[in-house]
């Protein structure tokens, strides 16, 4: 808890809060890019690509892709199109690229398969401080916390072991 005399405690908490998840959000997504790196993507063409992924044959919504990753929609065409130039992601239908939905192509998802192998191994410090049980925990309360705000869809939740 963090507290001063001149505010309530909550807000202190709630400071606190964001602070660990910017300074934590900031150490994750430097791990998934120098991860991604080694296959020539960044770190948000990487959750693109997983999303898409996710999402499976009836592919994603561009404005979805947008809200899911983060990003205003104009950010978001500019990366799809050049995702797709790559060939990394294929529309699956519409005229207008806004309307698209997008799927990860398979030379994709075999790259975050190659992501995924790196970043396991960069991740390992950190399994050994939150559990595997912490982390699905972490999860669920920053969902909850998402869940407040009236937004879009979010990134899935894999269960891992089902896959």
């Known amino acids: ?36 790196s080694a296959d020539e993507l960044t770190d948000t063409e990487f959750l693109v690509i997983w999303a898409c992924h996710c999402r ?12 899911t990753v983060g990003l205003s929609p104009a950010q978001i065409s500019g990366l799809v199109e050049g995702l797709s130039v790559r ?17 990860a192509a398979p030379h994709a998802v075999a ?20 559990s595997a049980e912490d982390r699905r925990t972490l999860i669920d309360l920053l969902a ?5 705000r009236e937004v879009g869809p979010r990134l899935p939740i894999v ?4 896959a």
Do not use: K, N
């Open 1 to 36: 808890m963090t507290t001063t005399p001149d505010f309530p405690d909550a807000f202190g908490d709630w400071v606190d809060l964001l602070r660990r998840l910017l300074t934590g959000g900031r150490d994750l997504r430097r791990a998934f890019g120098r991860a991604a």
């Open 111 to 130: 790259r975050v398969r190659s992501i995924a192998g790196r970043f396991d191994e960069m991740a390992r410090a950190w399994d050994e401080r939150i």
């Open 87 to 103: 060939g990394y992601v294929r529309p699956v239908g519409g005229m207008d690229r806004r309307r698209h939905l997008w799927r």
């Open 159 to 162: 269960d891992r072991e089902a």
């Open 56 to 67: 499976g044959e009836s592919g994603m919504a561009q404005c979805d892709l947008a809200e």
């Open 144 to 148: 909850r916390l998402a869940d407040r």
